[in-house]
């Protein structure tokens, strides 16, 4: 155990030591082990988009196995999937990589103005397939937030009893809120500490841009001269809102970019603003699986440093 993992694990000793070891688990697995940086791969794409938009341009990732054995192959902490996708190889794959259960997913198959996720697996069920955490998202802006919140401090007590970690995709949307402002910087900091405070142990969420979003937020940024201009400021911010670093937040990896560089350069300014680390999904398994290793071999070389 890494003095950086005891560091981390300081944080949460309101736990049972059952999710401290899970949160271990993840911290000291792949070949970030030990250095407080996470690299996971989430595949609920599949039903989060639907299967020919996710696995079309790389018929590889229809097989739940392809995923398994990238999370395992590139060493990565964890592995995210709802249930059917870890149900399909939890058994084959048994220990080789911490499985984090996504507990509730959302489809697009009809138009939402505010969005909502549907319950999709249980806290048993995450603890039969030995998972290490359990994942959740909710929309912070979307009409139906307050449900959503509720739902999750809910779920979050019981899969606490348990022993599981607890991460939140804290994704804002919906009708109350802009497109523009989904990543605002405000926006994705105050999702950011919503999480935190529905007790999520890691926090997912999107890199943000220099927008703000709120008028009220914006003549506290201003008057306070907090500083918003590059990336590496803005991830600096965000982890602030998280009770000043005090909590795991990883960001997303978002749609499939055509230039790798981009990414790179976004996983180096998380790494300057003392980020830690990256959920990447579609820029991963939407690649033939040589590429995709090679593209995960970089970031965790980044993060490495």
Known sequence: MTERVREILSWYRSDNPGTLTNLARMLNHGRLAGTGRMVILPVDQGWEHGPVRSFGPNDAGYDPHYHFKMAIEAGLNAYAAPLGFLEAGAADFAGEVPLILKANNHDLLADEKDSWQALTASVKEAVRLGCAGVGLTIYPGSALRKEMYENLR???????????AVVVWSYPRGSSISKEGETAIDVAGYAAQIACQLGAHIVKVKLPTDHIEQDAAKK?????????????????????????????????????????????EECKAIRAGGGFGSIIGRNTFQRKRNDALKFLDEIIKIYSK
């Open 154 to 164: 809910e779920y979050a007590e019981e899969a606490k009893s348990c022993g599981l």
């Open 220 to 264: 506290v940024y201003e008057k306070e001269k907090i500083a918003i201009g590059t990336l590496a400021d803005r991830v600096k911010h965000v982890v602030q809102c998280a009770f000043n670093g005090r909590r795991i937040v990883i960001f997303s990896g978002g749609a499939k970019k055509e230039n790798d560089q981009d990414v790179f």
